[in-house]
């Protein structure tokens, strides 16, 4: 785990803690608790894998957790961008695979918020005979979502548009001041800012500290290879054949769009909700996470 000195995770007692080699060299740290069917986690961005500490506690009651930390984040490797694929959300959801097939579990559910929602999305379509259901916290899939990005209400998203811009510019800008540009995301994205307190807030700006290349290279790679993989699974009719929950703030209306009817024609099964909670809504609102997952699980 990413545990600055002085940080506590007590939702994480009773968790092991794993470093796994999933593919190239690359290393994913991860958290593992309980016991029963398998759950992957992943977290969204400016976070780690402690974003789901109150929800992994909730789960692992009846459910074996995985909670790590993507490629390129936290206390994962974090390899250099050789190519447009080194951050693709393919090859981050093979890495993900390959850690819970390490871990012992050769099918799994996979939840994912914000870019972990991404990943998961991806593996959904790449590795169907592997995802038994999923889940996506409050994004739109990659294509959708430069789609529905226009005008000033584009301006929400700025940072996509900054970190999609050939290496060297983005990567300097925001490593001149690292916590003003990503502390500016976790103050303005949360309604409660009591759920993210202030050792976390610190774990997060570490972290993302640490970081900035890979994560702008994630990001890079939105406006690039990932556009491409989706253009193809829609030209090819592929959508999500197992059931789908999505979880989205009430943004979709506000910014003139249908997010659930954008969701639905890549997931035919999908259950969608509306949350009064802010963006970090496995933080905001854990218990109301933790029960559609639950309904999930059972379907």
Not at 112 to 135: E, K, S, W
Request: hydrophobic residues 45%.
């Amino acid at each position: 785990m990413f545990v600055p000195k002085g940080t506590t995770l007590t939702s994480f007692e009773g968790f092991a803690h794993h470093r796994v080699t999933v593919a190239d060299g690359v290393t994913l740290s991860a958290v593992v608790g309980g016991t029963g069917s398998p759950i992957v986690l992943l977290h969204g961005f400016p976070q780690t894998h402690l974003m789901w500490r109150h929800v992994a506690a909730d789960l692992a009651a009846d459910h074996t957790v995985i909670c790590p930390d993507l490629r390129g984040y936290g206390a994962s490797d974090k390899p250099a961008e050789t190519d447009g694929s080194t951050y693709s959300k393919r090859t981050m959801a093979a890495d993900v695979v390959a850690l819970a097939q390490a871990l012992g579990h050769e099918r799994f559910a996979l939840a994912g918020h914000d870019r972990g929602a991404l990943v998961a999305f991806r593996a959904g379509l790449d590795h169907p005979d592997v995802i038994t259901q999923l889940a996506c916290l409050d994004v739109l899939p990659t294509l959708d979502m430069w789609s529905v990005m226009q005008g000033t209400s584009a301006t929400v998203g700025f940072h996509l548009y900054l970190m999609a811009l050939p290496p060297g510019l983005p990567e300097q800008l925001i490593a001149g001041s690292p916590d003003a540009f990503f502390g500016y995301f976790l103050d303005l994205w949360v309604k409660d800012p009591a759920a993210i307190p202030a050792d976390v807030r610190t774990a997060y700006l570490d972290a993302c500290r640490a970081a900035v290349p890979s994560i702008v290279a994630d990001y890079r790679a939105s406006a690039g290879i990932d556009i491409t993989h989706d253009e193809a699974d829609l030209a090819a009719g592929h959508q999500l054949s197992m059931p789908v929950s999505v979880v989205q703030q009430d943004w979709g209306a506000a910014l003139g769009f249908d997010a659930a009817a954008r969701w639905r024609a890549w997931a035919p099964d999908l259950d969608h909700t509306t949350t009064t909670s802010g963006h970090f809504m496995a933080e905001e609102s854990p218990a109301e996470i933790a029960k559609i997952l639950r309904t999930l699980l059972q379907r």
